[in-house]
């Protein structure tokens, strides 16, 4: 099974040169880390930022430079800076062209529940509500199963949802996973060393695995 940093490495391989990308928190912003230097990839963040770089050494943090997940971060040459008004102009007028987020849940129509935890106080969904209305790519990062290894992945999500039909694609520590515009979940990688029927387990909405799935390559 791949852990947290596994899985920001292979939906790094998801992005395309020239991309503009936002990152959402948790499991999305370590992509940052893995995007190779020779591609022109610029990172958005909802909180106002532009050219977001890896995440800084140790004494190198800038306490004024942060990410949506009050992270601090780096600013590579040419980034900017500005109020979120902007930056949510960008997000709705679908100037950015991928979407990563975070997931508690998703359904096997592509509904993605992100923002409430359960038995904890949150003060609201954040600009996950406007990013999954207006992204037209979205890729979510997240555990297969939770830590009561129940399914994630589900038929019907069962927590407040954060936006309906607009899910592409899946990357967990178990595998790769695409939604099919009919419904359900399609397995096109698996993660080293797990088995399809493992997967199969796993996942408590409809699965399609056709033919021989290939392990995950990661670079």
């Known amino acids: 099974m791949l852990d947290k940093e596994g899985i920001a490495k292979r939906i790094a391989m998801e992005i ?21 230097e020779s591609m022109d990839v610029v990172l958005q963040s909802e909180n106002g930022l532009l050219g977001i770089g890896p995440f800084p050494f140790v004494g190198d943090e800038d306490p ?91 038929s019907k999500c069962t927590l407040p949802l954060t936006g309906i039909n607009c899910v592409k694609k899946i990357v967990t520590e178990l595998a790769v996973l695409d939604i099919l515009p009919e419904g359900g979940f399609k397995l096109l990688e698996r993660a080293p060393g797990v088995s399809v029927e493992q997967i199969r387990n796993a996942t408590a909405g409809k699965l399609f695995a056709e033919g021989d799935i290939p392990e995950m390559v990661i670079f």
């Open 16 to 36: 395309k040169d020239g991309y503009y990308v936002n990152l959402g928190i948790g499991i999305p912003t370590l992509v940052a880390n893995y995007l190779p």
């Open 64 to 154: 004024d430079t942060i990410n949506a997940g009050k992270q601090t971060i780096t600013m590579l040459p040419g980034s900017a800076i500005f109020d979120s008004a902007m930056s949510f102009g960008m997000i709705r007028a679908k100037k950015v062209n991928l979407t990563i987020l975070g997931a508690m849940e998703v359904a096997e129509n592509g509904d993605i529940a992100s923002w409430k935890i359960p038995g904890k106080m949150v003060k609201g969904m954040g600009g996950a509500m406007d990013l999954v209305a207006s992204a037209e790519n979205i890729i979510v990062a997240m555990q297969h199963v939770n830590k009561a290894g129940e399914s994630k992945l589900l």
